[in-house]
């Protein structure tokens, strides 16, 4: 058994042991559930520290035949794109797990759950077969729709359902896609179908529907306009760790689609559909923007501030240059950082007053400053200052577009004023003023639990942010032999 079977499994094991457990020790049961998601964050870790970035193909590959009558195999592996995102998702995982350390309402099952959804998610950024890409794709579905159905807010029925017909619509489009692919080639291994497209190029009809088809699944998940409908409701309504696995990971395996599918195997409909899905991704930047601005509701702002900073993610990959990519997978790691962090935040404050109405607090430096401070730079580094991680992957992203798309991107800066507009409005409401002495007894500093779950994610931001070099050489080479398949 190989290191990445391990730390693909590994949470579904923990998962499986939870089952045959009491429900009764729930402290006991917090505690395995963190044990079995720090295992793969520390061979996470292991599998960087052997990776080589100097190479462009997939490392540390596993292969077993699985149903040989229909050529799918059990494929593994990984490169300099799939692995930031491989960290980064056992990282979010254990630190939501020390976020859901509150949770009081069956906590067996929710840990249960959670631990499959993390399999899922580890599996589909390892995936090197369309057919087992496509399970633990469909994997994650489930126990996401349970999440926030029962662990949600008031409208929590109605938004897990969103979120699951949303995804689901996406997934059969994504999937007569699969079958297309596999009676074209023959073949549902990545590796070889990329081989094949270099031979026999999907071209015509045939690559634009099925490019289509693989859009539709990925924009939804992105989510880019106009399928971003809904990721408001979801992120609103799922407790605090749900909603920072949906903007942290989540989010990303529509752009890692793109990077890892759709791009290197149809590069003919890449190219041909390449300036609508900069038009989208404008819309999505600016639009996201301007709803962030109209919020009042903290979590909404931030939710639809993941709509606009998706956006760059499509506009990069929209350009197909390798500035245009590397800013682009940049972007899905530091976004899946930067926004963990402030909806865990959101998760602090919104846990004593039970509102998270802008408008509602004042003068939270003066009370609680530890707080204050962490929720500022996290603010800071989504609206894009320099020396901190979403400054580097926003500009490399322009200029990538300012190549190719030089208009949309020019309107696309818009984004990033509106960005600093909203987070610093948000920041002098909630930050600054007068203290709002309705919150006097409710109001306590962030304790040590919630640091060891934010903390972590303000040192990247600030290591990403002033020493960017080792990300960006770490996805360099995979994503240039990307575009060398795209041209």
């Not at 580890?122 to 662990?151: H, K, N, Q, S, T």
């Not at 390449?274 to 009042?296: C, D, E, K, R």
Request: glycine letters at 8%; a neutral charge.
């Amino acid at each position: 058994m190989g290191i990445l079977t391990i730390i693909t499994f590994f949470p579904l094991l923990g998962a499986i042991h939870l089952l045959f457990r009491s429900g009764r020790d729930e402290e006991k049961i917090r505690r395995v559930a963190l044990y079995f998601t720090i295992v793969p964050l520390v061979l996470s870790l292991v599998v960087l520290a052997r990776y080589n970035p100097a190479l462009h193909s997939f490392q540390m590959e596993e292969l077993i035949p699985w149903i040989p009558s229909m050529n799918v195999s059990y494929h593994l592996g990984l490169d300099g794109i799939s692995i930031p995102l491989l960290v980064l998702t056992t990282l979010l995982s254990t630190l939501c797990i020390l976020a859901s350390w509150g949770i009081s309402k069956r906590v067996k099952e929710y840990f249960i759950f959670f631990l499959v959804l993390e399999s899922g998610m580890i599996g589909v950024f390892m995936a090197l077969d369309l057919f087992l890409f496509y399970v633990f794709w469909e994997i994650m579905l489930v126990p996401m729709y349970f999440l926030i159905g029962i662990w949600g807010g008031p409208r929590r029925e109605y938004a897990a359902i969103k979120f699951f017909l949303y995804t689901l619509a996406g997934s059969v489009l994504m999937l007569l896609s699969i079958i297309a692919l596999y009676f074209r080639a023959g073949t549902l291994d990545i590796a070889l179908l990329i081989e094949f497209v270099q031979k026999t190029p999907f071209a015509g009809n045939f690559a634009l529907f099925v490019f289509l088809g693989f859009f539709v699944g990925f924009a939804v998940k992105v989510p880019c306009f106009p399928f971003h409908t809904w990721l408001p409701d979801a992120h609103v309504q799922a407790p605090t760790a749900i909603s920072v696995i949906l903007a942290g990971v989540l989010l990303k395996m529509g752009g890692y689609g793109f990077l890892r599918i759709s791009y290197p195997i149809l590069p003919f409909a890449a190219h041909y559909f390449a300036t609508p899905i900069a038009i989208l991704a404008l819309i999505s930047i600016v639009y996201g923007a301007f709803v962030a601005m109209a919020q009042n509701d903290l979590k909404m702002m931030v939710a639809y501030s993941s709509v606009s900073h998706m956006g760059f993610v499509m506009l990069g990959i929209a350009a197909m240059n390798e500035k245009g990519f590397s800013g682009a997978a940049m972007q899905m790691f530091t976004h899946g950082i930067i926004t963990g962090a402030l909806f865990l935040l959101v998760g602090v404050i919104y846990d004593r007053c039970h509102t998270r109405d802008i408008n509602s607090f004042g003068g939270l430096m003066t009370k609680i400053p530890i707080f204050a401070g962490i929720l500022s730079v996290s603010a800071f580094a989504s609206l894009g200052l320099p020396g901190l991680a979403g400054f580097v992957s926003e500009f490399i992203v322009f200029m990538g577009g300012f190549e190719v798309f030089p208009y949309c991107t020019a309107i696309a800066t818009i984004g990033i004023v509106i960005t600093a507009a909203y987070f610093l409005n948000m920041m002098q409401k909630m930050l600054l003023g007068t203290f709002n002495a309705k919150w006097e007894h409710d109001l306590i500093e962030i304790n040590h639990r919630e640091l060891a779950s934010v903390v972590p994610l303000v040192v990247i931001m600030f290591a990403v942010g002033v020493c960017p070099s080792p990300l960006i050489n770490l996805m360099n080479e995979s994503l240039k032999h990307i575009l060398v398949l795209v041209k």
